[in-house]
């Protein structure tokens, strides 16, 4: 079981109430359940994050379904974001000592739903999260114009039963629920300082428009039937009262002599007492609890026991101040004010006393109120003789009104009685006589009556009662039970100067817990929540680091300077092997970095801090030069090793589905970081170079290399389409043959034949795989005799050449843009959805550079393009030569063979290569004609249109079917930022903090994955 005689939920507020009142305990209670461990499962840890939420569990970490749960970090996610209250969200839970109970058998949110959240997060140091209302202009606020919010209701006896409390009966309490209007919490971050902008409460600031505690409890109800029977003893006490002051010997001199009169009151008071004492709640004067006699109902104020402001329950009468030195107003309270605890019940106690004032009050109202319909029977009674005699009656009430007359006789001087009464009692001045009576009910008079007859009631029939059967809820409420306003959590850092700062600070506008230090359960109410870098040193720098991770790794060449202690300058470089090692998270699992990334030359890059005081400092990634110094000025901008990040590995173990190995089997990031830098002088940050904002950066490569099945296996079909163009030239040439000088060149009778025949295919498709095809805008290049295709990234983005060798006029291929890898804007995205789209075009492009290709090699292989004839002559039957050469484009020729049939036959064969040889121009001419055509423009389009199969069908598909996943998904998977910064923003918008990495890749989906940034500075300075 939990001691509940030992509690840490108390606030370090100052409280003064004392009125010594015991808590008496009726029953014992107790807790039974486990202790349970402060787990938490954890969202960003990034610093600069922010998260936001209507409801949450313990410690803000778990996001609940449906509980309006927005968050931002500045690496992968920086929003803002924003998530609506949905409060009928399926799989909305809340852990109760250790069981997930629906969020619905607890909690009702009413007309709530209209609640937001927002989490904005734009750096290390700056970041914003807010949960509130919709206001007019579409913005969060905490603020409404009417002031009110719709409360939401939480089943505390059902959450207190989950959690295992045993004892609360509901003949102690019935029903138990917290009424809290939530307005929300908001909390802002500028340059690693949390803001406090309401100068109250501590940082970020929070909305809570009420904070009831309504009690079912049948000693409540039981009240009423002794309150019923004190009204009975009010109205006793009023007749006996008025018939004390009735003069009634007054009334009987105005009757003949020996008449004698008597009297009854009726006061009629005890039901109108009762009605208004259940007629509507009645709320003590200050204001701290309202019961409802007719329902049972108490409801505890517990924003008005903090204070004396009223929020919605009516016009306050004068402040009250109960707790003299504390601050005044719910939303103005220090960190973790407790709204419940062991001085709650001597205040509610108290209240109930001062509540029975309230009803004696009323009933005492009542009275003065119809003290005068008060009714007074008389009695006058006329009887001289025994047989003679008579009785009048009549009513009158305490104004004078006269009512119900009436006399009865015997004899004769009865008769005269009942004649003359008649008159006495209209003449009788009843209006004056009565004044007196009336006179007497005063509120003082009416309180000295009433006091004693109704103290015992109101003190042993009522208070005692109703105090004993909520005394042990109460006394569990204090010792289980924590609800606090502006709720805070808080983690703190050690500064280099050896001062703390807050590194995370998460405001609750409301937190109700169950033994919060065990967290048996917690509902948190109105959240936000940021983490900052507030512990930076003035100077700092690394190769590679892992957002959200730790930065000052050695293995990565950690450096950091900060004035006077450590001034610097100081220099590091990268341990290879080691850093390796480090892990990154991907698809839940712990990823080696040597399993992603080959460092290349980032292992040769040092990192070095200075900083000569807490204005001037600077801090630098890169190569060492010749004199010693660490700068980027000491590489030509050439990497002839550049780092590698192998992107299909991390796409397959982060869970990105869409890319085949048919389509691409390896997809490597190489990236040639030469380093960044950054100083301050005089606390402002220098723009050495006028490009790209603060500090300066160089990257010497950004390529996505990749191998495409797809892009080899279409060297096949290449081939097979070369062959084409052999059969364009065929059909062509071979119409345009004219045999006729050739044969009117041989002997009469001879019979001349020819075919064109190309066997240019070979030399057309080694042409085209010979070497890697780059389009003339330099932004792609494939080698189709591998498979192996490299988007340049650093050429997508401008036309000046890096490393590809001299570029062709500029490209301008994002008109507006910076031109020149190194002059970028921040957070210039190397992949994004123009990407793809330009690469279609370049693929369009390549084609053009295949055009030309193919050409050349058709020009260039005319040789192999040759005119086959036969010449044949036959002067008689049996007897003939047939004789076979060719020539080719160029217009070489072979020997001729000849073949003899008959006698004569060879006589016939020298003949005829005599002849030949004599025919050799013509043959020459025959070839010069189609050569001419072939190099013609005609001939070209005959060409192209063979060609174009091969642009098209065998090499444009492929590539845009390899390219078109590839890049959608790493568009939509990845951030690739060139230049990226991050700000820390002082008061007066000017920069504070500032971090530039050369460049950033940042998984992004399925969902937010790590951030690796290479060649990074950043300088932490005062506003």
């Excluded at 004769?412 to 209006?431: D, K, L, N, R, T």
Aim: proline share 6%; hydrophobic share 40%; charged share 15%.
């Amino acid at each position: 079981m939990f001691d509940l005689s030992a509690t840490a939920r108390r606030s370090t507020s100052a409280t003064s109430w004392r009125k010594g009142l015991a808590v008496t305990a009726a029953a014992t209670l107790a807790v039974a359940v486990p202790a349970l461990p402060a787990t938490a499962a954890g969202t960003s840890t990034e610093p600069g994050s922010a998260s936001a939420s209507v409801l949450e569990g313990y410690l803000g970490t778990t996001p609940i379904a449906g509980m309006a749960w927005s968050e931002a970090s500045p690496s992968t996610n920086p929003g803002p974001n924003r998530s609506q209250l949905n409060a009928s969200a399926a799989g909305a839970v809340i852990r109760i000592a250790g069981v997930d109970v629906p969020l619905s058998d607890v909690i009702d949110f009413g007309q709530a739903g209209a609640l937001y959240s927002e989490s904005t997060a734009t750096s290390p140091w700056d970041n914003h999260a807010i949960s509130g209302a919709l206001s007019s202009d579409g913005s969060i606020t905490l603020d409404r114009t009417d002031g009110g919010f719709s409360p939401v209701t939480v089943d505390l006896l059902s959450v207190l039963r989950k959690a295992g409390v045993s004892g609360l009966t509901n003949s102690l309490v019935s029903r138990a629920d917290f009424e809290l209007g939530i307005g929300g919490a908001e909390l802002t971050a500028r340059n690693g300082r949390f803001l406090d902008p309401d100068g109250v409460g501590g940082a970020g600031r929070y909305r809570v428009a009420q904070a009831d505690l309504d009690l079912g409890s049948p000693a409540i109800k039981g009240a009423a039937a002794t309150l019923y029977d004190a009204a009975g003893r009010m109205q006793a006490a009023t007749e006996d009262k008025i018939n004390s002051l009735l003069d009634k010997g007054a009334v009987a001199s105005r009757f003949p002599t020996g008449t004698t009169v008597d009297a009854r009151v009726h006061a009629d008071l005890q039901d109108k007492i009762f009605r208004a004492i259940l007629a509507k709640p009645i709320t003590t004067r200050n204001h701290i609890i309202t019961v409802d006699f007719s329902t049972g109902t108490m409801t505890v104020h517990l924003d008005q026991a903090l204070h004396g402001q009223e929020t919605v329950d009516g016009p306050l009468l004068p402040a009250q101040d109960v707790r003299p030195g504390d601050p005044t107003g719910l939303n103005s309270q220090n960190p973790n004010t407790e709204l419940v605890d062991d001085e709650l019940y001597p205040m509610v106690a108290e209240s109930i006393h001062d509540l029975m004032d309230e009803v004696y009050s009323i009933a005492v109202g009542v009275v003065l109120g119809a003290v005068d319909s008060s009714t007074v029977d008389w009695t006058a009674t006329y009887q001289p003789t025994p047989t003679d005699g008579a009785v009048a009656t009549w009513t009158t009430n305490l104004k004078g009104d006269l009512s119900r007359q009436a006399c009865t006789s015997t004899g004769p001087q009865g008769a005269a009685f009942c004649e003359g009464v008649g008159a006495i009692e209209q003449a009788y001045g009843w209006s004056s006589a009565f004044q007196p009576i009336r006179d007497y009910w005063t509120a003082d008079n009416a309180d000295q009556l009433f006091r004693l007859a109704v103290d015992d009631i109101k003190t042993g029939l009522i208070t005692v009662p109703v105090r004993n059967a909520l005394a042990p809820f109460f006394d569990v409420l204090a010792k289980v039970v924590s609800l606090q306003v502006n709720h805070q959590d808080s983690d703190t850092c050690l500064r280099p100067d050896g001062s703390k700062g807050v590194s995370k600070l998460r405001v609750s506008a409301l937190s109700l817990a169950v033994l919060r230090s065990q967290n048996v359960a917690t509902i948190n109410l109105g959240n936000a929540g940021t983490k900052v870098d507030a512990c930076s040193p003035e100077a700092s720098a690394t190769v590679l680091e892992i957002a959200g991770g730790a930065r000052n790794l050695a293995d990565a060449a950690y450096s950091e300077a900060d004035a006077p202690s450590n001034p610097g300058p100081n220099r590091s470089g990268v341990n290879a092997s080691v850093l390796g090692n480090r892990t990154i998270s991907l698809g839940g699992a712990q990823v080696p970095l040597d399993q992603v990334i080959d460092f290349g030359q980032l292992a040769a890059l040092l990192s070095e801090s200075t900083a000569t005081s807490p204005q001037d400092a600077r801090a630098v990634t890169g190569l060492v030069g010749a004199d010693g110094s660490v700068s980027l000025d000491n590489t030509d901008g050439s990497t002839p090793a550049p780092a590698s990040i192998d992107m299909l590995s991390i796409m397959r173990k982060a869970g990105m589905d869409g890319v085949t190995d048919l389509a691409v089997d390896q997809l490597l990031l190489k990236l040639g970081v030469s380093g960044s830098e950054l100083q301050a002088v005089k606390g402002q940050l220098l723009d050495p170079d006028g490009v790209g904002g603060p500090g300066r950066y160089r990257i010497g490569q950004a390529d996505l290399d990749m191998h495409s099945p797809l892009v080899a296996s279409a060297a096949s079909s290449i081939y097979d389409g070369a062959g084409q163009v052999d059969r364009a030239v065929e059909n062509t040439l071979n119409p345009l043959l004219d045999l006729t000088a050739l044969t009117n060149a041989l002997p009469v009778g001879t019979k001349v034949t020819a075919r064109v025949r190309s066997h240019m295919q070979d030399s057309i498709f080694k042409a085209i795989v010979a070497q890697p095809l780059t389009t003339k805008n330099h932004v792609l290049t494939v080698d189709f005799s591998t498979g192996k295709v490299t988007v340049h990234l650093d050429q997508a983005l401008h036309g000046e050449e890096t490393i590809d060798g001299p570029l062709l006029a500029p490209q301008v291929n994002r008109p507006g843009d910076p031109t020149g890898l190194n002059s970028q804007n921040p957070n210039t995205e190397l992949i994004d959805d123009e990407i793809y789209p330009m690469i279609a075009e370049t693929v369009h492009d390549l084609m053009e550079e295949v055009y030309t290709v193919v050409i050349k090699a058709i020009e260039g292989s005319l040789a192999s393009v040759t005119v086959d004839l036969t010449a044949t002559l036959e002067p008689v039957p049996g007897q003939s030569a047939t004789a076979t050469w060719s020539v080719n484009l160029m217009g070489t020729p072979t020997a001729p063979t000849c073949t003899a049939v008959g006698i004569t036959g060879p006589l016939l064969c020298k003949t005829l290569a005599a002849a030949i040889t004599l025919a050799g121009p013509t043959v020459t001419k025959l070839a010069t004609v189609l050569h001419d055509y072939v190099t013609s423009d005609a001939g070209h389009q005959v060409f192209a249109l063979a060609i174009d199969d091969i642009k098209t069908g065998l090499i444009t598909i492929p590539i845009r079917k390899a390219l078109d996943p590839v890049l959608q998904i790493v568009d939509k998977g990845f951030s690739i930022q060139v230049n990226h910064q991050q700000k820390g923003t002082c008061a007066d918008g000017s920069t504070g903090s500032m971090d530039l990495s050369a460049l950033s890749v940042a998984v992004l989906r399925p969902q937010a994955g790590p951030r690796i940034n290479f060649a990074n500075t950043r300088l932490h300075l005062g506003c």
